[in-house]
Each structure stands twice: as C-alpha cells, then as structure tokens.
C-alpha cells in the first residue's frame, strides 16, 4: 500500500506533483483565477467555443426542466430517454455509419469498447503515444498489449507480419488517435487502413482532438481523408470540440450491439443525465452546420496566425501546440512566467507524456479573438528565446 507522505514528498521532488485549483471559464476564451485574476485561458480543449453556446445551455436546462435531472438507472434498464437515442443516430448520421453507442465520458468509452472487442486470444497493436484510457482498456479486455512506434508505418507494417506469421488467424486490433492530444500531429490515416486490410485486422480511431474540428462537416480527420467507411470503430468524445460531456462509438449495427451486451462500462453505470445527451446533440448540429465551418475556419485563422509568430515551418495541422520543455521544472518555471503575463497555458508532465518531454500544451480555440493570440505569440516568442 501507499505511504502517503513518502509517496507524495518523491512526487514533490521530482517536479510531478499535482493539485486542483479552482478556475471559473468565462465565455471569451478568458479564465478567471483563484485569485480573482483573468487570464487568456489556453488550456482548454474546447476547440470550437461550444462549452459556453446558447444552444447548448438551452438544450441543457430545457431537457432538466422537462425529464429531470438524472437518468434514474442504467441505459439497459429504463435509462434510455429520446435524448439518448437521438444522440446516437446524429452521431452514425455525421459519421456515416449503421449505428453509434454513447457512454458516460471518453474514458468510459475507451474502457467498454476495447473490452468489447478484444479477447484473451487477441492483441491490440497501439500507437505508442495512445491516450492513457485506450491502454487502460487493452490492459482490461486480457488482450496482449503491444505497441508500433509513434505514427511509423514501417514499423507497424513489422509488428503486423510478425502478428500474423506467429499466429495466422489471430485476432488484430489495430488503435490509433487521429489528432494526438499532447503533440497535435495527424495519424497517417490513409496507410494505416491500407496495412489494416492487407493484414486482415480491425482498427479503432480515437477522434478525441479531431471531432468538430476537422472535416466539411466537422466529423473528424477521417472524414477529412475520406476513409471513415474503412474503419471499423470511430469513437471519440463529447467533452473536447462539442463542449459538453459524454463519449461515443460509431460502428456496425451488429457491433453496436454487442457493445450494449457486452461493455461493461455502458451496463454498470447509469445513464449520463438526459440533460446531457441533450446538449450533445445540440453540438452536433451546431457542428455540422455552416456556423460550425466558420468557426472551424476562425480556429484554423488563429493556429496560422500563431504559428507563424513562433517562426514554425509550414501550416500547422492542428490547432494543438506543444512546447517542449524537457525538464519537468523548467515546464512548471515556463507555465508560470506566461501566467504572470497574463495566459494559462498547463505544464505537462510524466506519464501523460514521457519523461524528459515535459511541455507546454497551448490550445488556440474559436473562443479566441485575434488580439489574445497576437499577445501570446509575443510572449511565447519572448520565452523560447530566453
Ligand atoms: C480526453 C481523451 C479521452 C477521454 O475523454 P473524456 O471524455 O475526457 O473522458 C479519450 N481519448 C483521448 C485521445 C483523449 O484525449
């Protein structure tokens, strides 16, 4: 067991401890700090501007008022409610797919899913730099878990042949992010279909930082590489670009339902609160509409914009900008010095990302106005060149 005061005291010298602060997010692209001190607020991940849409509010407090506040029981008992459904047939709308299944959080989705999938007898091959709930969800199905390296095809192509020589009919579950969450760089989605194919596996893409922000209409970069129909398993979350709470799996009928036979995390726990679904659903209209790619087009307005004020090559490919500090210390001493100037920008560390790559994550968002970001070019400049 745990000692606490040993455990946290090791944390504490080895810069990675860490504590909740209390934030207030103000509409603006502005957080308002303990202290009461407002900030140009450059930690969130709603990349749209959704969290603070009136749309999204009145669907929220209509659906409350009008269904109550909880689900009152699980999705398979009586915890399904229209909203919930509704949901779900925009979500395989958008994404062009038979069905979609939602659940509680991203996390939770993770979790059921790949359990759903995979067996014993099963490996799922995973891009290293996967998110931790996709690893924490191969870790729970009993699936051998093994890794290619970081958006390396050869490599993916190596692990795939020794799959397959070492065990003909075995079952292969390919898992990649489409966006990655802490370097904001692209999956080749293009190649890892093709090598998916040729080896006879199923793939899983986890569009956390893509979804709302990439694609015509918002669906992802699946979309925006026209291959969603060449995957098996799109999922994603309703807490990043859709500004609410929740997660999803878009799919086959007959895979969404074993999902509701069989992941655990959608059986055992109650459904999200209708309020809820409902907003969801609110963002997603508001994502695939035309006032969705405008604001998808502010977004992409600002990441130019900032990266070419840190003298970065070409045009970025998401609006996800890590700067990589190395050190652990020197991230927290750099968090700080751009608090100070008025930017919340988080420090990250071990084991959300490797050690010795500890970093800055800025996220640029369409709540974001031109003059905020020309600020934070500035001051970023200024800190790398110290
Ligand atoms: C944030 C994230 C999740 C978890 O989603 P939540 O809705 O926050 O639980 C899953 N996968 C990836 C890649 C993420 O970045």
Redesign the pocket.
């Given at each position: 067991m745990k000692n606490p005061g040993q455990f946290l005291s090791e944390l504490k010298s080895a810069g990675l401890l860490r504590a909740l602060r209390n934030v207030d997010c103000l509409p603006d692209g502005m957080a308002r700090m303990e202290d009461g001190r407002e900030v140009v607020n450059l930690a969130s991940?709603d990349y749209l501007g959704l969290a603070h849409h009136p749309a999204l509010a009145e669907a929220f407090s209509r659906a409350a008022r009008d269904g109550g506040a909880g689900a009152m029981a699980s999705r398979l008992v009586t915890g399904t409610r229209r909203a919930h459904s509704g949901l779900e047939e925009a979500l395989a709308d958008l994404k062009g797919t038979e069905a979609a299944v939602s659940f509680s959080?991203?996390?939770?989705?993770?979790l059921g899913v790949i359990t759903s999938i995979a067996d014993r007898e099963d490996t799922v091959l995973m891009d290293k730099l996967s998110?931790a709930?996709?690893i924490d969800g191969a870790r729970l199905s009993g699936a051998r878990l093994s890794t290619f390296l970081h958006n390396d095809m050869e490599s993916l192509r190596k692990k795939l042949e020794h799959l397959r020589s070492a065990n003909p009919s075995g079952g292969i579950l390919v898992v990649t992010?489409s966006v990655f969450?802490m370097d904001g760089d692209r999956a080749p989605l293009q190649e890892i279909v093709r090598l998916k194919d040729e080896f006879g596996a199923l793939l899983l893409v986890?569009e956390?930082?893509g979804f709302g922000v990439l694609g015509e209409h918002g669906a992802g970069l699946a979309e925006e590489l026209g291959v969603s129909s060449r995957i098996d398993f799109q999922m994603g979350?309703?807490?990043?670009a859709a500004g609410v709470?929740?997660?999803y799996v878009a799919c086959s009928r007959a895979w969404a339902d074993v999902m509701i036979n069989s992941a655990r995390s959608l059986i055992y726990s109650t459904a999200p609160p209708p309020a809820l679904a409902a907003a969801a659903l609110a963002a997603v209209e508001v994502i695939r509409s035309a006032e969705g790619q405008e604001l998808r087009r502010h977004v992409s307005v600002l990441a130019d914009a900032l990266s070419s004020a840190l003298g970065m090559p070409g045009r970025p490919v998401s609006s996800i900008f890590p700067v990589v500090m190395g050190e652990n210390d020197a991230a927290l001493a750099a968090a700080g010095t751009l608090l100070e100037r008025g930017f919340l920008a988080p420090a990250i560390r071990y084991p959300t990302v490797p050690r010795g790559t500890a970093r800055l994550r800025v996220t640029v968002t369409a709540a974001h106005r031109d003059v905020q970001i020309g600020r934070l070019g500035k001051a970023l400049a200024e800190l790398l060149h110290k």
């Open positions: 991940n959080s991203g996390y939770a989705t993770s998110h709930s996709l992010e969450s986890d956390a930082h979350t309703l807490s990043k709470s929740g997660g």
